[in-house]
């Protein structure tokens, strides 16, 4: 049994690099603003705090360092952030990588291209790193 991400501040990279060959990394855009994939920096943008659901290890809330009365959310087909209220991840290791999908795993966060800027979607696992996340602690 693998050990489940431990609750801190993260972030959250994609595990295919950007055509310049840059890590790209989840970016909070502002309130109810979509989230992007964005090459990485040192910016708090990218700084996501998670924190455990109810004491359980695996159900996660992702909630901005600039914005912690938020959290994200899946809208249609992408995430975004919206105004707290209990919506959880299910955040899983697996052998190429962290994927992140809905409680009943269905749903999984993926970067829609893999470049700057692209579009952070909510669909289907497709298997491939595109769907695939390190988390990277920050102190």
Same mark, same amino acid.
């Given at each position: ?38 090459? +990485? !920096? ?7 705090? $998670?924190? /455990?659901y109810?004491?359980?290890?695996? #159900? ?20 975004r ?23 009943? +795993? !269905? ?7 893999? $470049?700057? /800027? ?5 669909? #289907? ?13 920050v102190?």
């Open positions: 049994m693998t050990q489940p991400l431990e609750p801190g501040t993260y972030v959250i990279v994609n595990k295919i690099p950007c055509p310049t060959d840059e890590r790209l990394a989840i970016t909070y855009n502002g309130p109810d603003q979509p989230l992007t994939v964005n090459i +990485r !920096t040192d910016s708090s943008r990218q700084h996501w705090i $998670v924190e /455990n109810r004491h359980t290890d695996n #159900s996660k809330y992702l909630v901005p360092v600039d914005a912690t009365d938020f959290q994200a959310v899946w809208d249609a087909d992408c995430a952030t919206f105004q707290k209220y209990n919506f959880v991840w299910i955040i899983q290791r697996t052998n190429s990588g962290y994927t992140i999908q809905d409680d009943t +795993r !269905t749903a999984f966060w993926g970067a829609l291209d893999a $470049v700057n /800027n692209a579009p952070l979607v909510v669909g #289907s696992d497709t298997g491939d790193e595109k769907h695939r996340w390190s988390f990277e602690r102190l």
